[in-house]
T-cell receptor, first 116, second 113 residues
């Protein structure tokens, strides 16, 4: 089975721009989550989607948004980029079923976003 | 209450030695404790996980020790190899939602040949 893929792998933007990151989960996985990873804050939860519905959102400003498509692929968007948005953005998928117990999260390689 | 405290921040171990990374939590509602391994340029990958009804779980050279009363758990890597050099994250979660997973701050492990 192919793993979680994320595109692009690297991105350089300037302050004020917006960016869209893409994630393709493992085939058959309907749950996709996004995380921001920085040296100072570690891994922080951004969003969780299941069957095109956002289940949960982390403590991030409204500039961070996301969506999931019917094929379980997901995108996240960051508008009006700030220097502090520079981070590794990780996507994870799981075979979680609604109401089920915790299932293993499979992480993609991440998108390294640099904001200048 | 929601924090998972991980130590040490970095660790250097000689090849063949035992690497030990520790984590502590406060929320007794956590019911799943995974460890993730992350190599540079890669996303974290699940290494081993434990539920609080057991005190130890071993998979190859990797062992989780879990002390429910002390609210602590640790990762032991026996016969550490240079290929084990990576960043290790402990985590604790409650229920099925990814939003309920709390990650430790990470330990950068270097195995010296």
């Amino acid at each position: 089975k192919a793993g979680v893929t994320q595109t692009p792998r690297y991105l350089i933007k300037t302050r004020g721009q917006q960016v869209t990151l893409s994630c393709s989960p493992i085939s058959g996985h309907r749950s996709v989550s996004w995380y921001q990873q920085t040296p100072g804050q570690g891994l922080q939860f951004l969003f969780e989607y299941f069957s095109e519905t956002q289940r949960n959102k982390g403590n991030f400003p409204g500039r961070f948004s996301g969506r999931q498509f019917s094929n379980s692929r997901s995108e996240m968007n960051v508008s009006t980029l700030e220097l502090g948005d520079s981070a590794l953005y990780l996507c994870a998928s799981s075979s979680l079923t609604r109401g089920g117990s915790y299932n293993e999260q499979f992480f993609g390689p991440g998108t390294r976003l640099t904001v200048l | 209450q929601q924090q998972v405290k991980q130590s040490p921040q970095s660790l250097i171990v000689q090849k063949g030695g035992i690497s030990i990374i520790n984590c502590a939590y406060e929320n007794t509602a956590f019911d799943y404790f995974p460890w993730y391994q992350q190599f540079p340029g890669k996303g974290p990958a699940l290494l081993i996980a434990i539920r609080p009804d057991v005190s130890e779980k071993k998979e190859g050279r990797f062992t989780i020790s879990f002390n429910k009363s002390a609210k602590q758990f640790s990762l032991h890597i026996m016969d550490s190899q240079p290929g084990d050099s990576a960043t290790y994250f402990c985590a604790a979660s409650r229920g099925s939602s990814a939003s309920k997973i709390i990650f430790g701050s990470g330990t950068r492990l270097s195995i010296r040949p």
